[in-house]
């Protein structure tokens, strides 16, 4: 037994950073505004995860082209970036934890459907990228959650195989992702509760924040030795 190259790989909002419902509040009135009334709840349920240009053809019609689709994206992050900047601040317990991880030789990376200006406005913005040897967005991914792609590129990047990854999730599309690119899972309850995760069976751990987890607690610290 050889000890295997680990990575934590972390979905960003809803699990570095404790914003969905400002996601949420900021596409109801992108809906609002164009006489569309949406289910909050519903809506986290079936979205979440996936990225914005999926969700605009989603619900205003496939045959929308790509700059529309696009400038409507642009519309509706501004509002979320505007609602939510005076809130922004990472989960309890993820510096602690990445700061754990980084020592123990872990390699940290981000998977995330956040569109590139999201990303620096969370991660620039709260001066988290230099954790991260590995960032991949909506950007780098033609397809969001369920689908495996984003998680499976972060791996690629970090030089980890799949089954060596823990994946950070709040959202039942983002643990629907990492099960089909063949990852665990930890899941942070900041959206939803544990019991609507129960039907998962790559879900190892299920915790209120980052300050009930270490690298030993999951099985990924230096004393840990993993098939090679």
């Keep these: 037994m050889t000890q295997a190259r ?118 620039d913005g709260l001066d988290l990228r230099r954790h991260f040897g590995v960032v991949v967005g909506a950007a780098d991914v033609a397809r969001g959650k369920p689908h495996p792609d984003v998680f499976l590129k972060a791996a690629e990047l970090c030089g980890v195989a799949p089954e060596h990854c823990i994946v950070f999730e709040d959202a039942p599309l983002g643990v629907e992702a990492a099960r089909r690119a063949g990852m665990r899972c930890v899941v942070l309850t900041t959206t939803l509760p544990a019991a609507s995760f129960a039907g998962f069976d790559n879900v190892i751990a299920i915790a209120n924040d980052f300050s009930e987890l270490s690298p030993e607690l999951l099985g990924f610290s230096t004393r840990t030795t993993l098939p090679s």
């Design 6 to 123: 680990r990575a934590f790989v972390f979905d960003m909002d809803g699990t570095i950073v404790d914003n969905m419902d400002f996601h949420t509040k900021s596409w109801i009135t992108f809906f609002e505004r164009r006489g569309q009334a949406i289910d909050a709840d519903e809506f986290f349920r079936t979205t979440a995860g996936r990225q914005g240009q999926e969700i605009i053809r989603a619900a205003l019609g496939e045959h929308l082209g790509d700059d529309e689709v696009a400038l409507l994206n642009h519309e509706k992050e501004s509002v979320y970036r505007e609602i939510y900047a005076p809130h922004r601040k990472t989960v309890g317990g993820f510096d602690a934890l990445v700061v754990r991880a980084q020592a123990d030789g872990i390699a940290l990376a981000v998977a995330t459907a956040a569109p590139p200006a999201n990303i620096e406005f969370t991660l």
